[in-house]
């Protein structure tokens, strides 16, 4: 007979507590298989994508695109067995087969329309109601209230296909039904941990224009019957949430467009626009916070003179070792601190508060800054002490692409040793990076540019670059990390002193 399993959402990574659905690969009635990608989500570090641990057919998608639900919350529920024989006594609806959630975690994802007194009644006895609250129409459900995972039929199927009206009022949690109305039509109802556990009821061609606007519709205001999200909700919070010109006062600046993100808010002036903090966004703060005010910063520069490395840098792109990788200058940068680490590694250590111990790493895994749409993350090069310059080279390539991709992995920016920062991109000289948490310091590589140079007792016009060393002043004192600066900034002026070190 039919067996349905839900897949409840996993952990991630690094114990994340919640994640975002972003898109369904799936739909009800699609053939799944084990590890075949069912769903692609966003936690507060990365996107990612879920394989199926099920092999079977979908029945139903608990959540929508665009919920934040926690970690253990079902999300989608696989037939495993589609060809096999009904049960003569099985229930009709295959929710109501579904095994329940552990009573803490809750379920929050019931059809209603096709009979919310019926679902109510079924579904909440199996949330941890007491034996008397279950009634005739509890399906099957053991007189002791605890959920089972394959609950037996009912004995006498009929009474649960056509229960009575007053059966919704029955349990703990009937109140709270019999106050709403049952609304009409088929609408998916989801509870959205980001709503503090408001259920969102919508139906599926609202939710499909939602999506279609980038509307979250946890955050819209329901005006329909029974707290139903009617199209027109959908369609005036969008255009509450346009970009629009601000208003223009006396002694302000030009005017400017908002560029916000789905989710925002211009506030009715058009002078401020509002924005959730949430996934990558939200992580970067929290870090960057706790980095600030934990550790100690401490801020070395350095000027330098890397015309030899910018002729490496030419000669090394016509080399035919090198076709298949891209070379900048950041590539030399990154071998140049690698040499530096080896000479000098102390620098490679973090501070444990909680066993108040200092942790010196023998391995490097050299983190790279990057921006991307979803914010800033430090994804690591595993082991990049090993690496050659072409493994390097090809280890930033990768790295790069999967950052601006959005696919960088939780795992990718885990247990990062020291990191770069190439502020240098953007055109900027210099600056005074913030740590990595976990990490004892951080390199700022700014813009390389041509500038008036003292070379051999004689100004030339010289490539030139600034260098700034940021560190944690617990682990690091500051005679190191000048000679870990100077030892970068030497073979950046001279990248044959790396064959005298390496």
């Not at 495993?80 to 579904?98: E, F, R, V, Y």
């Amino acid at each position: 007979m039919p067996t349905f399993e839900q897949f409840k959402l996993p952990d991630a990574g690094e114990g994340l507590t919640e994640a975002e659905i972003v898109q369904w690969h799936v739909a009800v009635g699609d053939e799944v298989t084990v590890n075949q990608t069912i769903v692609e989500i966003e936690t507060a570090k990365s996107l990612v994508e879920l394989p199926s641990p099920y092999t079977g057919v979908v029945t139903e998608l608990l959540v929508g695109e665009g919920v934040t639900v926690e970690v253990g919350v079902p999300i989608i529920v696989i037939d495993t067995d589609p060809t096999g024989a009904p049960s003569a006594s099985a229930p009709a609806a295959p929710a109501a087969q579904a095994s329940a959630p552990e009573p803490s975690q809750g379920s929050g994802a019931v059809l209603v329309g096709y009979g919310v007194a019926e679902q109510a009644s079924a579904r909440r006895p199996r949330r941890g109601a007491p034996a008397g609250a279950a009634g005739p129409t509890a399906q099957g459900t053991p007189a002791s209230g605890a959920p089972a995972p394959n609950p037996a039929p009912a004995p006498n199927p009929a009474p649960a296909a056509t229960p009575a009206p007053a059966a919704a009022t029955t349990g703990p949690a009937a109140p709270a039904q019999a106050a709403r109305p049952a609304p009409s039509g088929p609408v998916r109802a989801l509870v959205s941990a980001a709503t503090t556990g408001r259920t969102v009821l919508a139906k599926p061609p609202v939710r499909k224009l939602a999506r279609d606007l980038g509307v979250e519709l946890a955050s819209v205001p329901a005006t329909g019957p029974g707290g139903i999200i009617t199209r027109e909700d959908v369609l005036a919070y969008s255009a509450r949430s346009e970009p629009r010109t601000l208003a223009t006062y006396a002694g302000d600046d030009s005017p400017w467009l908002d560029e916000a993100g789905a989710g925002a808010s211009v506030t009715p002036d058009g002078r401020q626009t509002r924005v959730p903090v949430k996934s990558v966004r939200k992580r970067t703060a929290e870090a960057m916070v706790q980095s600030a005010f934990t550790a100690p910063h401490v801020t070395e520069f350095q000027t330098v003179d890397v015309t030899k490395t910018m002729r490496l840098v030419a000669r090394l792109r016509e080399d035919r070792e090198f076709k298949d990788v891209r070379v900048t200058p950041l590539l030399i940068t990154a071998r140049a601190l690698l040499l530096a680490v080896r000479r000098h590694p102390d620098v490679n250590a973090s501070w444990d508060e909680a066993a108040q111990e200092i942790v010196y790493k023998h391995y490097v895994n050299l983190g790279i800054a990057a921006a991307t749409p979803r914010g800033l993350v430090v994804p690591n090069i595993k082991d990049a002490h090993r690496l050659d310059l072409k493994g390097l080279a090809q280890g930033l390539a990768d790295l790069t692409a999967t950052a601006r991709a959005g696919r960088t992995s939780p795992a990718d920016m885990s247990d990062g040793t020291i990191t770069i920062t190439n502020v240098g991109v953007f055109g900027i000289d210099t600056g005074t990076p913030i740590l990595n948490p976990g990490e004892a310091a951080i390199l700022a590589f700014g813009a390389i540019r041509e500038q008036p140079w003292v070379h051999k007792g004689k100004i030339k016009k010289r490539w030139v670059t600034q260098l700034a060393l940021s560190f944690d002043h617990r682990l690091v004192d500051g005679a190191l990390g000048a000679y870990v600066l100077s030892d970068v900034a030497k073979i950046l002026e001279d990248p044959a002193q790396a064959l005298v070190w390496g």
